[in-house]
């Protein structure tokens, strides 16, 4: 099984700055590398695939980056609306595995 | 737009069977190029996926070896809707539960609908 990080745990950010959210798996994920959003009392909302990848409707200011087992997901100038848990998932091999989540406060 | 309905009981006894339900709108389950699954998330807030079934000419499943012995995941296409039957549930059990479609492009194994997630709870 691919074992998933992220770091930090917490990010502390003000609106208007940037924030960098990092992802490191077990095992090389040839990109099959994507990013939730999760609000409270909401099911995660897909962001990125395939690294770097928008899913439909997200906002330019969010953006992936990586290779190997090294992924960032940058938010270019957070707004009210990002403060959120955000999570990675590898979908290189099965099963199918999850971090333990960033959040963004 | 694709819309996933989820019904069932919060609460299960230990040593019970949880069955959770979802219902599909804007797509068909048995569509052939989605896959539907299931994913809890623990109190602590880990997400673990539990499995998926998809429709490729014939009905396939996927599971987590981690529940692999006690779960099954199957479909209805009457009802245009799959369900989820873990058996020998433990307070282990316990989370929250969503429903989710894989993204009907091959290979890309990322979920963009999911339900509202019911909350589940194993206890006497």
């Known amino acids: 099984e691919i074992v998933m990080t992220q770091s930090p745990a917490t990010l502390s950010v003000s609106p208007g700055e940037r924030a960098i959210l990092s992802c490191r798996a077990s095992?090389?994920?040839?990109?099959?590398l994507g990013w939730y959003q999760q609000k409270s009392g909401q099911a995660p909302r897909l962001l990125i695939y395939?690294?770097?990848t928008r899913a439909t409707g997200v906002p330019a200011r969010f953006s992936g980056s990586g290779s190997g087992t090294e992924f960032t997901l940058t938010i270019s100038s957070l707004q009210s609306d990002d403060f959120a848990v955000y999570y990675c998932?590898?979908?290189?091999?099965?099963?199918?595995?999850f971090g333990p989540g960033t959040t963004v406060d | 737009q694709v819309q996933l309905q989820q019904s069932g009981p919060g609460l299960v006894k230990p040593s019970q069977t949880l069955s959770l339900t979802c219902a599909i709108s804007?797509?068909?389950?048995?569509?052939?190029?989605?896959?539907w699954a299931w994913i809890r998330q623990s109190p602590s807030g880990g997400l673990e996926w539990l499995g998926r079934?998809?429709?490729?000419?014939?009905?396939?499943?996927d599971y987590a070896v981690s529940v692999e012995s006690r779960i099954i995941i199957s479909a209805d296409t009457s009802k245009n809707q799959f369900s989820l039957k873990l058996n020998s549930v433990t307070p282990e059990d316990t989370a929250v539960y969503f429903c989710?479609?894989?993204?009907?492009?091959?290979?890309?194994?990322?979920?963009?609908?999911w339900g509202r997630g019911t909350p589940v709870t194993v206890s006497s």
């Open positions: 989710a479609r894989e993204v009907p492009t091959a290979g890309l194994r990322v979920y963009d609908f």
């Open positions: 804007g797509d068909s389950v048995s569509s052939s190029g989605a896959a």
């Open positions: 079934t998809y429709f490729r000419s014939k009905w396939y499943n």
């Open positions: 095992q090389s994920l040839s990109g099959s």
């Open positions: 395939d690294t770097s």
């Open positions: 998932q590898q979908y290189n091999n099965w099963p199918l595995t």
